[in-house]
Structures are given as structure tokens and as C-alpha cells.
């Protein structure tokens, strides 16, 4: 049982470069969100999407962009990486409906740096 | 808007004491959700507990145990006998309703240390 399976789990890019991180569930989960980690700033929501074909924005949105493929994959987007959005990304997933009380469940997360 | 404060940002013991990682929240939801996770070295977030807000009682599982007051909009968190495994870091997250919906608000962590 994968659950929620992030790649890549680390990498470089210089400033200016674009990348896509993806994200996959299999657990049929509706919801799915992307979060990053700052030291001493917890978890921000970047974007978070309630069901397939829905996306919407979160605490920290600018410089990023998400595709919900399908109801396995959600998929951030980084168009022009600045050094700014150096950070640890989480992707995570729920059961339920949107307003459900259910836990996330997170991937184990992508180290990315850029210099 | 929501809110989460863990007044600790990092926490020593020494294995075998007691420990409680405070939690406090604002939200002006009276429906609202609380957890606890718990991100140990290897990086991954583990979820520990779900408390509503209907739900007042405290709960014991284990050396884990949880302290829930709405007078004082708090969500304490100890470990009895801490253990070298309970070094990670802890948040306390809230879902709130309204625009805050299905959204979780994270405290900024406490990085728990128990030594040997």
C-alpha cells in the first residue's frame, strides 16, 4: 500500500529554471493539497484541490502553479524557481468529502533547492 | 482567519521525564477540528490524533495523552516516560469551517529532543 507517493525527493535547480513535482494517492481520496515547510513557519498551504477537476488557491499560491490530473495525481509547478521557494514540499490527501473532519495522509515529501 | 501557536520551539529532556508540548488555537468557527503529528528525523509527517470541538474529553493511549480545554482554546500534548524515539518535531493543526474549510492551519512545530 504506496499511499501518497511524491517525486522527485530531492533536487537542484538553478534560479529560472522550471520544474514540475508530482504527486500520486491510491487510495481514492478526494482531496489533495500541496504544503511547504519552512524552518519555524510550520506547514503553508500552497494549493489544495476538494475533488477532480477543481483547484483553488491556499495561504502561499504566488510563483506556483497545480494541475489535478485525475483523481490519483496532483501535480505544483514552479515556472521561473527564485531562491525564495527553497523549501521542503509535502503533498498530502484525504478521505471524505471536502468538509470532512478526516486526518491528511502526506507523502514523504521533496527537498528542493535553488540557487 | 485561523490561528495556531506552539509557544515552545524546542524542547530538551532527558529520557524518562514527563513532557507537554503546549497548543493553542484561535477561530472563530464554533464547528471546528484539531490534530496532532507528529514528523520524526526521517522526515515524514505521522498523524497522532483527531479531536472535534463537540468533544471535550481528554484521551490517554498509551504514554500519549491529550488535554483539550475550548475555556482556554488549548490542545496540550504530554508524553509520560519520554523515550529517545519520541525525538521529532510536533505540530498541532487546525480545520476551521467557513472559507477555512477542509484546509489545515499548522502551528510553527516543537522540535522535541529526549537524550539518553
Given at each position: 500500500?504506496?499511499?501518497?507517493?511524491?517525486?522527485?525527493?530531492?533536487?537542484?535547480?538553478?534560479?529560472?529554471?522550471?520544474?514540475?513535482?508530482?504527486?500520486?494517492?491510491?487510495?481514492?481520496?478526494?482531496?489533495?493539497?500541496?504544503?511547504?515547510?519552512?524552518?519555524?513557519?510550520?506547514?503553508?498551504?500552497?494549493?489544495?484541490?476538494?475533488?477532480?477537476?477543481?483547484?483553488?488557491?491556499?495561504?502561499?499560491?504566488?510563483?506556483?502553479?497545480?494541475?489535478?490530473?485525475?483523481?490519483?495525481?496532483?501535480?505544483?509547478?514552479?515556472?521561473s524557481?527564485?531562491?525564495?521557494?527553497?523549501?521542503?514540499?509535502?503533498?498530502?490527501?484525504r478521505?471524505?468529502?471536502?468538509?470532512?473532519?478526516?486526518?491528511?495522509?502526506?507523502?514523504d515529501?521533496?527537498?528542493?533547492?535553488?540557487? | 482567519?485561523?490561528?495556531?501557536?506552539?509557544?515552545?520551539?524546542?524542547?530538551?529532556?532527558?529520557?524518562?521525564?514527563?513532557?507537554?508540548?503546549?497548543?493553542?488555537?484561535?477561530?472563530?468557527?464554533?464547528?471546528?477540528?484539531?490534530?496532532?503529528?507528529?514528523?520524526?528525523?526521517?522526515?515524514?509527517?505521522?498523524?497522532?490524533?483527531?479531536?472535534?470541538?463537540?468533544?471535550?474529553?481528554?484521551?490517554?493511549?498509551?504514554?500519549?495523552?491529550?488535554?483539550?480545554?475550548?475555556?482556554?482554546?488549548?490542545?496540550?500534548?504530554?508524553?509520560?516516560?519520554?523515550?529517545?524515539?519520541?525525538?521529532?518535531?510536533?505540530?498541532?493543526?487546525?480545520?476551521?469551517?467557513?472559507?477555512?474549510?477542509?484546509?489545515?492551519?499548522?502551528g510553527?512545530?516543537?522540535?522535541?529532543?529526549?537524550?539518553?
Amino acid at each position: 500500500n504506496a499511499g501518497v507517493t511524491q517525486t522527485p525527493k530531492f533536487q537542484v535547480l538553478k534560479t529560472g529554471q522550471s520544474m514540475t513535482l508530482q504527486c500520486a494517492q491510491d487510495m481514492n481520496h478526494n482531496s489533495m493539497y500541496w504544503y511547504r515547510q519552512d524552518p519555524g513557519m510550520g506547514l503553508r498551504l500552497i494549493y489544495y484541490s476538494a475533488s477532480e477537476g477543481t483547484t483553488d488557491k491556499g495561504e502561499v499560491p504566488n510563483g506556483y502553479n497545480v494541475s489535478r490530473l485525475n483523481k490519483r495525481e496532483f501535480s505544483l509547478r514552479l515556472e521561473s524557481a527564485a531562491p525564495s521557494q527553497t523549501s521542503v514540499y509535502f503533498c498530502a490527501s484525504r478521505p471524505g468529502h471536502f468538509y470532512s473532519n478526516q486526518p491528511q495522509h502526506f507523502g514523504d515529501g521533496t527537498r528542493l533547492s535553488i540557487l | 482567519a485561523q490561528k495556531v501557536t506552539q509557544a515552545q520551539t524546542e524542547i530538551s529532556v532527558v529520557e524518562k521525564e514527563d513532557v507537554t508540548l503546549d497548543c493553542v488555537y484561535e477561530t472563530r468557527d464554533t464547528t471546528y477540528y484539531l490534530f496532532w503529528y507528529k514528523q520524526p528525523p526521517s522526515g515524514e509527517l505521522v498523524f497522532l490524533i483527531r479531536r472535534n470541538s463537540f468533544d471535550e474529553q481528554n484521551e490517554i493511549s498509551g504514554r500519549y495523552s491529550w488535554n483539550f480545554q475550548k475555556s482556554t482554546s488549548s490542545f496540550n500534548f504530554t508524553i509520560t516516560a519520554s523515550q529517545v524515539v519520541d525525538s521529532a518535531v510536533y505540530f498541532c493543526a487546525l480545520i476551521g469551517g467557513g472559507t477555512s474549510y477542509g484546509k489545515l492551519t499548522f502551528g510553527q512545530g516543537t522540535i522535541l529532543t529526549v537524550h539518553p
